[in-house]
Each structure stands twice: as structure tokens, then as C-alpha cells.
């Protein structure tokens, strides 16, 4: 059997992600995305766009120094334009370190991402990680 295109699009963008492929993430996104970020830290809120979404991204590796990944480990589709992807994040930040399991849950139009809704097993964990 052949990969779902919707589970292909999301573990291409994990990929892209993961090598700070900007331009491909930018592809993935419509123009108007937007990605939730729960919590009550610097990146919490709603990131409205495609340029803002990547200014996110730009700014996770930044705080970082460029040690986040991204665990992939599962996707999973409903063939109507959803999908839910399961990760665990890793992270240095100062003198701080962060192994935590998250989840995005997308809307996909068109063959492209409109909607990111971020979750995290542990949101005190990641405001204070992200103070």
C-alpha cells in the first residue's frame, strides 16, 4: 500500500524541519496558516501567516543555538484533511535542557498545511523551559 498524501506532506515537513529547510517548509503552508502554541511563554499565541510561522521556526533555532530536534514517531490521517503527528522534542536552551513528548494536529487544503495546533505533554515544563 502507498503512503497517505497527507502523511507523506507531514513527515516531508518534519524532514525539512529537522535540516532548517525553510523553503520547503514555506511550499507545505498556505499563505494564511496558522500555528497555536499553547502555553504562557515568548512563543505562546497564534502565529498568523506563512512568514510568521517560519519567523517561529527561525526563533526556536535561535534560542536553541540550533540544538532543537524533532523526534518524529508516528502520523496519523483521517482522509479528509486532518492529521495528527506524535514527537518528542529535545532542546538545550542557557543552562537548561528539555526532553518532551508534543503533538501537532493539522488541517491540510489542497495538498497544503492551514492549521497547526500544538500540544505538549507538559505546558508549565515548556513555559518555563521557554521562559
Not at 43 to 64: I, M, N, P, Q, V
Request: one cysteine or more; proline letters at 2%; charged letters at 25%.
Amino acid at each position: 500500500m502507498s503512503e497517505h498524501p497527507d502523511r507523506a506532506l507531514i513527515r516531508r515537513g518534519y524532514e525539512a524541519f529537522g535540516k532548517g529547510d525553510m523553503e520547503t517548509l514555506a511550499s507545505m503552508m498556505t499563505a494564511d496558516v496558522i500555528h497555536h502554541v499553547p502555553g504562557s511563554n515568548q512563543f505562546s499565541g497564534h502565529h498568523k501567516g506563512r512568514e510568521a510561522c517560519l519567523d517561529l521556526y527561525r526563533r526556536w533555532a535561535e534560542e536553541t543555538m540550533n540544538t532543537m530536534r524533532v523526534e518524529l514517531l508516528s502520523v496519523l490521517v483521517d482522509g479528509r484533511g486532518h492529521a495528527m503527528s506524535h514527537h518528542i522534542t529535545r532542546a538545550d536552551r542557557g543552562d537548561r535542557g528539555i526532553e518532551i513528548g508534543g503533538g501537532l494536529f493539522f488541517t491540510i487544503v489542497g495538498g497544503k498545511i492551514t492549521d497547526i495546533d500544538q500540544c505538549t505533554a507538559d505546558i508549565q515544563e515548556e513555559d518555563i523551559f521557554w521562559g
